[in-house]
């Protein structure tokens, strides 16, 4: 109960210190909610690990994937310095562990194995073996060989493991397997279960390249050659049996976890790698057959360099299903790492794609990098390559238009076509506080911009920048191709302003004539500015030492007070008569 105790005043403080800063409400950010991926290398962090896991959990509702110790010092756990670092500097952050699913990493492998062998099982229980000598095609465009037992060149046993695509050919889980289930059921418990405790444990485990054992085509791990699927039939046969072994075999974990966690809504996240897979590679996995035993899922690449007009329809179906409950964590990626310099308006288009579909379903990701720079820049660090400042500008909530949406209905709050031509749709979404537009083309890092199109706005709006401040008012906006904007309905600094702290500050009198007096200030405070509600400063001053300001020369109106001081800035409204 103490310890509760002290993570409650933990809580209300972080809560009372966010709610003072005009560009962030609360935890998490009000109009969006986000997660941070992938297991991050913070050890390796020159010692400053620890306050980055504390800038994740003020920015983040989910931290994903942590990395307490690197593969070479073992299978990695919820260690406690990570845990307790993140929740007591905000309780309501959640963490979920990562664990590839399709393929084994050798240092996983021998946590498994001493499994099965401590638990009564051969560990080539564990694993599909090829009969004969076949072929893989690896992600890296090379391929592998691996010798067959019975039918082929192996030796042995273990020689004829099946491998996967990925990690240079790793070697594959057996979802058929009912040692391989136990094992990695026992295996998640373990990296989910807080160091030192038996019964405090993460909030989720994210699953990556789920699919990936049942990967067709030039893909394949050859399913069809293993001893253990060769004679149930056909290769659709094979992989249809695999694919309803893979859906039970999570189910079994899921429920597993849910039992001995004793969270009910424990979350095991599925990672599909892209919305193309859901929708249309494994389609036969991610379909309405499997529905219900995939409402999490994760999308790791839904914007990159090479998104294109052909990723809208995918935007829509992943809307729709949201609609009908699933969950989603989503990603988007520059496809570049730093020091290469991103355009801030391709920057716009990966922020405008996640407000596009923006639903409470969602949580979101932008990442500032590739596939290589998972683990932030440097490794560890994950503020310049795992936020973006634009996120914290608190654009409101959707809004119901008369219009037609993308789906030919109106009355609705959803995406809708902004305009399009022969070679480019752009795609827009409207907000209490902004107008988003994405303009979406051929993709490609070499055609970001190209083509450019001005479109006129149906009225004055302000151009976020890329330091939180905002353009002046614009009647048009000019877009390329892979170009986004957030177009504010007003000034940035106006948009920030939170008028529900007013109790932190007293002014009278309000409404005001002559002088405004301030009956709590404090001498902290160094800084005043007045704004009209078009954000303007229209009064100010840096050396403040007094509680009592005039304001007789200002026009009547509402106005806004911002004091600030070394350690917060707080606004409230007042009235001039």
């Known amino acids: 109960m103490k310890n509760l105790n002290k993570k409650l005043k933990l809580f209300l403080l972080a809560t009372i210190i966010l709610s003072t800063n005009y560009t962030i409400a609360q935890q998490n950010f009000p109009h969006i909610k986000t997660f941070g991926f992938d297991y991050i290398r913070f050890q ?74 401590n638990n009564g099982h051969n560990p080539e229980d564990l694993y599909y073996h090829y009969y004969y000598d076949t072929t893989i095609n690896l992600a890296n465009g090379n391929t592998l060989t691996i010798p067959g037992f019975g039918g082929g060149s192996a030796e ?95 189910n079994e974990l899921e429920s597993f976890l849910y039992q001995r966690t004793g969270n009910p809504n424990f979350r095991v996240q599925p990672n599909s790698a892209d919305a193309d897979y859901i929708y249309g590679l494994h389609s036969n996995l991610y379909n309405e057959q499997y529905r219900d035993d995939f409402m999490d899922l994760s999308i790791e690449f839904l914007v990159t360099t090479t998104t294109n007009l052909h990723r809208i329809p995918r935007f829509k179906q992943i809307y729709d299903d949201m609609d009908d409950g699933r969950k989603f964590f989503i990603r988007s990626q520059t496809n570049f790492a730093p020091p290469t310099e991103i355009p801030f308006r391709f920057i716009q288009f990966a922020l405008t794609a996640h407000y596009l579909i923006n639903h409470e379903n969602a949580h979101f990701m932008y990442h500032y990098g590739n596939a290589g720079n ?35 209905i109106t009355n609705t709050d959803r995406f809708y076509e902004f305009a399009s031509g022969s070679d480019y749709q752009t795609l827009a979404r409207e907000y209490t506080n902004a107008l988003v537009i994405a303009q979406f083309g051929s993709g490609g890092w070499a055609n970001i911009g190209n083509n450019p199109v001005t479109h006129q706005l149906d009225g004055e709006y302000y151009p976020l920048l890329d330091d939180n401040t905002n353009g002046p008012a614009v009647t048009s906006i000019t877009l390329g191709q892979s170009e986004g904007v957030i177009l ?38 160094i800084i005043y500015k007045i704004y009209n509600t078009t954000g303007q400063v229209v009064q100010s001053s840096s050396s403040f030492n007094t509680n009592q300001i005039n304001i007789s020369h200002l026009n009547s ?10 350690k917060e800035e707080i606004a409230v409204k007042f009235i001039i008569e």
């Open 44 to 117: 390796d962090n020159n010692g400053a690990f620890l306050d980055n896991l504390r800038w994740l959990a003020n920015h983040h509702d989910w931290v994903v994937g942590t990395k307490g110790n690197w593969s070479s010092q073992g299978v990695d756990y919820l260690d406690a310095l990570t845990y307790n670092t993140i929740k007591d500097e905000n309780p309501n952050a959640k963490i979920m562990k990562y664990l590839p699913y399709h393929s084994i990493a050798p240092i996983t492998q021998v946590w498994i194995e001493d499994w099965a062998t």
């Open 557 to 566: 109106g509402i106005y806004f007070l911002k004091l600030i001081s070394d």
């Open 156 to 250: 042995t046993l273990e020689e004829s493991r099946l491998r996967v695509r990925w990690n240079g050919g790793w070697v594959g889980i057996n979802p058929s397997s009912q040692a391989f289930r136990e094992a990695f059921r026992e295996l998640a418990l373990y990296i989910v279960t807080l160091e030192g405790t038996i019964d405090v444990f993460a909030e989720g485990l994210f699953l990556d390249t789920f699919e990936g054992i049942v990967e067709t085509g030039n893909w394949s791990s050859h399913l069809e050659n293993t001893i253990e699927m060769k004679d149930i039939g056909t290769i659709e046969e094979i992989y249809t049996q695999v694919r309803e072994d893979l859906v039970n075999s999570k």
């Open 374 to 408: 998972y683990g932030g820049y440097p490794y560890g660090n994950p503020e310049p390559t795992h936020w973006h400042p634009n996120m914290e500008i608190n654009i409101g909530v959707p809004i119901v238009k008369a219009s037609a949406d993308y789906w030919g």
């Open 488 to 525: 504010l309905k007003s000034p940035v600094e106006i948009l920030g302003i939170n008028t529900e702290i007013e109790n932190k500050i007293q002014i009278y009198p309000n409404p005001v004539k002559d002088v405004l007096t301030i009956a709590n200030k404090e001498q902290a405070v």
